[in-house]
């Protein structure tokens, strides 16, 4: 079976500070990780994925995630946030024979000037 | 390409109706898929369909009935609305075959309340 562990519902950064959102997973097979992100009265938008090809996923708006198999982690990072990065992110994982997405829980993303 | 759409944006039940929240996609999906979106709970998956004539239930199928009779439409159906259905439904659709196995386009979602 597959899960996702997003610590922390709520993460507040300044602006122009670094963004780290933390996913933890657990998989009995070689897992495919998502990070979407939903802006305010909008649906899910896929930020980066990881594939089992580079551990270290780039994704839009600059943001990006490292893929770190003895942690079973997938944390998302940007390195200099944005007021307009101020969303929900959601970590999920796909794994084994299944096409069903496992979500973890979100977390909200705030950003002061 | 319209994407997947979805309507009502909008709907208040009264607990015991019914109703169906329609999904479309014109990007020739086989996969679509329901999730309803909880605070505190993440996405949750409900019912998916691999192809038009094919459903299957996800983590949380009670209470709602899906049908895929073509490849574009896969709409939800609630028979008896209860207040625990309360909830934002996102449908969403990827193709299989050609690469896009990891990639789900997702809807504007609907906003559904029963009271």
């Known amino acids: 079976a597959q899960s996702v562990t997003q610590l922390g519902s709520h993460v507040s950064v300044s602006e122009g500070a670094l963004v780290l959102l933390r996913c933890n997973y657990s998989?009995?097979?070689?897992?495919?990780l998502f990070w979407y992100v939903q802006y305010p009265n909008q649906g899910l938008q896929l930020l980066l994925k990881?594939?089992?090809?580079?551990?270290l996923v780039k994704g839009i708006n600059g943001f990006e995630a490292e893929f770190k198999k003895s942690e079973t982690s997938f944390h998302l990072t940007k390195p200099s946030a944005h007021m307009s990065d101020a969303a929900e992110y959601f970590c999920?994982?796909?794994?084994?024979?299944?096409?069903?997405?496992?979500f973890g829980t979100g977390t909200r993303l705030q950003v002061f000037p | 390409n319209a994407g997947v759409t979805q309507t009502p944006k909008f709907q208040v039940l009264k607990t015991g109706q019914s109703m169906t929240l329609q999904c479309a996609q014109d990007?020739?999906?086989?996969?679509m898929s329901w999730y309803r979106q909880d605070p505190g709970m993440g996405l949750r998956l409900i019912h998916y369909?691999?192809?038009?004539?094919?459903?299957d239930q996800g983590e949380v199928p009670n209470g709602y009935n899906v049908s895929r009779s073509t490849t574009e439409d896969f709409p939800l159906r609630l028979l008896s609305a209860a207040p625990s259905q309360t909830s934002v439904y996102f449908c969403?659709?990827?193709?299989?075959?050609?690469?896009?196995?990891?990639?789900?386009?997702f809807g504007p979602g609907t906003r559904l309340t029963v009271l």
């Open positions: 990881y594939t089992s090809a580079a551990t």
């Open positions: 369909s691999v192809g038009a004539g094919i459903t």
């Open positions: 969403a659709s990827k193709n299989i075959a050609s690469g896009g196995l990891l990639n789900q386009f």
């Open positions: 998989s009995s097979v070689p897992p495919y």
């Open positions: 990007m020739n999906h086989e996969y």
């Open positions: 999920a994982v796909r794994g084994g024979n299944t096409d069903k997405l496992i």
